[in-house]
């Protein structure tokens, strides 16, 4: 079955960097584009990123175009958010998702459990 | 960027009572509109696909209605498990958008 795991949340302070990961099983990881979406406590959900599955086009939300980063490992199964620049309003759980490919792309069939980012001093 | 506006906010719902949620979209996505269950502590779970395609495995007194800019979710004979927060989301542009949400309590 589908499993997505984040892991790398953690508390940092305001203009600090995290680096997150999704480590990806079940699927043919290098075949589906891949996302970010994260959720501020007790918020709705925003979208963040996302990744061909190829890694040959990137796309971002304008809240974090120029500091955030994401990128894929197809070899290791995993997705990755290289977080840079950070603010306090990046607090958040990040969720990485599967994206549905083929003839339902933009729908998130497949969450993971979300990881933590804390950003605080 | 599409906002997704959603109503209501809050709705407070007895077992087995028919409960509808809309969805309004800022300009026509046609039917890139997706809906997603959430609970307390958990990451969201995909409800409906393309405004009205059903999603193995989620139960059938879930269904969607809707295309261009107005979308309706139904939830028929409500569920005391059904007590959550719904989405709306939009794949027709990026950047990908949500709606605020809808959260749904059981009495």
């Known amino acids: 079955q589908v499993q997505l795991v984040e892991s790398g949340g953690g508390v940092v302070q305001p203009g600090g960097s995290l680096r997150l990961s999704c480590a990806a099983s079940g699927f043919t990881f290098s075949s589906y584009g891949m996302h970010w979406v994260r959720q501020a406590p007790g918020k709705g959900l925003e979208w963040v990123a996302f990744i061909r599955y190829d890694g040959s086009n990137k796309y971002y939300a304008d809240s974090v175009k120029g500091r955030f980063t994401i990128s894929r490992d197809n070899s290791k199964n995993t997705l990755y958010l290289q977080m840079n620049s950070l603010r306090a309003e990046d607090t958040a759980v990040y969720y990485c998702a599967k994206d549905g490919g083929g003839m339902t792309p933009g729908t998130f069939g497949y969450w993971g459990q979300g990881t933590l980012v804390t950003v605080s001093s | 960027e599409i906002v997704l506006t959603q109503s209501p906010d809050f709705q407070s719902v007895t077992p087995k009572e028919k409960v509808t949620i809309t969805c309004r979209a800022s300009q026509s996505i046609g039917s890139s509109l997706h809906w997603y269950q959430q609970k307390p502590d958990q990451s969201p779970k995909l409800l409906i696909k393309y405004a009205s395609q059903s999603i193995s495995g989620v139960p059938s007194r879930f269904s969607g209605s809707g295309s261009g800019t107005d979308f309706t979710l139904t939830i028929n004979s409500l569920e005391a498990e059904d007590a959550a927060t719904y989405y709306c989301?939009?794949?027709?542009?990026?950047?990908?958008?949500f709606g605020q949400g809808t959260k749904l309590e059981i009495k």
């Open positions: 989301h939009q794949s027709s542009s990026l950047p990908q958008t």
